[in-house]
């Protein structure tokens, strides 16, 4: 009988399961989304044909640099019709309407940025005295930061309409000066000052009006486009801090979010599936090096940080009916604990509440483990 009840006992004793434990500790977390991105130039032109006509050949190389005003093509123009006139000075008068629409936005901008300005200085008044929040004060900061980019948005913008603007005189000018039948050439000259960043139309041929010839940008000021899922777009705001990765250097390169654009498209994956995806703008705030237009970057936008927070090992938490919970190691004895996290990276999640310092947590709890088995702790 006492045999048989030991063999009984022996049976119902468990076999300690073999876990992996990690301690819970206070430490830097950083909540951010990473893809793939591009740089382009902040400013590019696409120079093209003001009036149809036989191009001739162009001898400016990929790469090259101009100056703004420089000859960068040569047309022998068609003669043009009525129409076609009438085409060329509509286009100056909407080259102009553009040109002062940007100034009045940029002159919007100042007023914002001057009004940023004044509120900021109040807040650093107010703040020690405990009148306002420091979130306040770090919203005001941000506000002043991501304006004063969206100024030097703008007066390239101006710089874009204008020389918009000069091109289409220039356009309307060479149309007069050549006549209904004259045989003249009309120069072509760089709207602004840059690189050739492509030339499209090298050879000699006829082309149409509006045709694209070659495209100048700025490589002094580049930027970066990174195409993000609507879902995680939604989570981003202007001014916040992002690194740029596998650039080439050996580095990374800091930046900034100056905009999230409103629209979002359609683009199909790897996997053949259906995103919807929109473009995050960010700024250089480390020089770019030898980055050029077009550049394949790996874009790391930072959500949130913290220098210390109480952290567990993301692989140890797991959902239980509608709460996080978490496996402690007490003894030999796994147990249950019900826990509350706030933000979370692949790596870590911060505790808010249910666990302390120091205390071993279990990660990747096997299935079969259940509150208050025996555990033993793989070395």
């Excluded at 696409?46 to 420089?70: F, N």
């Amino acid at each position: 009988m006492a045999a048989a009840a030991a063999v009984a006992l022996f049976a119902l004793r468990r076999t300690p399961i073999p876990v992996e434990v990690a301690p819970v500790r206070f430490g830097p977390l950083q909540v951010s989304v990473q893809d793939q991105a591009e740089t382009r130039s902040h400013d590019r032109y696409v120079v093209a044909a003001p009036v149809s006509g036989r191009l001739l050949r162009v001898l400016l190389r990929d790469g090259d640099a101009v100056t703004e005003g420089q000859p960068v093509a040569t047309l022998a123009p068609l003669p043009l019709s009525a129409r076609e006139r009438d085409e060329a000075v509509a286009a100056v008068q909407s080259a102009a309407s553009t040109e002062r629409s940007s100034q009045a936005q940029l002159g919007r901008t100042l007023h914002e940025l001057e009004q940023a300005r004044r509120d900021l200085v109040r807040l650093q008044s107010l703040t020690p005295q405990g009148l306002a929040p420091e979130q306040a004060l770090e919203h005001g900061r941000t506000s002043v930061a991501s304006l004063q980019m969206e100024v030097s948005a703008a007066r390239h913008r101006v710089a874009a309409a204008a020389a918009q603007l000069r091109g289409a005189q220039a356009a309307l000018a060479a149309i007069r000066a050549v006549g209904p039948g004259g045989t003249s050439t009309l120069t072509v000259r760089a709207p602004a000052s840059g690189r050739v960043l492509r030339v499209l139309e090298p050879s000699e041929r006829v082309i149409a009006s509006g045709a694209p010839i070659m495209i100048i940008g700025d490589l002094a000021h580049l930027e970066v486009v990174m195409e993000m899922l609507s879902t995680q777009a939604v989570r981003v705001a202007p001014g916040m801090p992002a690194e740029l990765l596998d650039w080439g250097g050996d580095h990374p390169l800091r930046a900034r979010v100056r905009q999230v654009e409103p629209y979002a498209f359609t683009k199909i994956s790897a996997l053949g599936v259906e995103e919807k995806r929109t473009n995050v703008i960010l700024d250089f705030v480390d020089p770019p090096g030898a980055l050029g237009d077009g550049y394949r970057v790996e874009a790391r936008i930072i959500l949130w940080s913290s220098p210390r927070v109480l952290q567990a090992p993301l692989s140890a938490v797991f959902r239980c009916a509608s709460e996080w919970c978490a496996y402690v190691l007490d003894g030999k004895r796994a147990r249950l604990r019900h826990i509350r996290i706030g933000h979370y990276n692949d790596e870590a999640a911060e505790i808010l509440s249910g666990l302390t310092v120091g205390e071993r947590v279990i990660t990747h709890p096997p299935n079969d483990l259940a509150p208050n088995a025996r555990v033993s702790v793989n070395q």
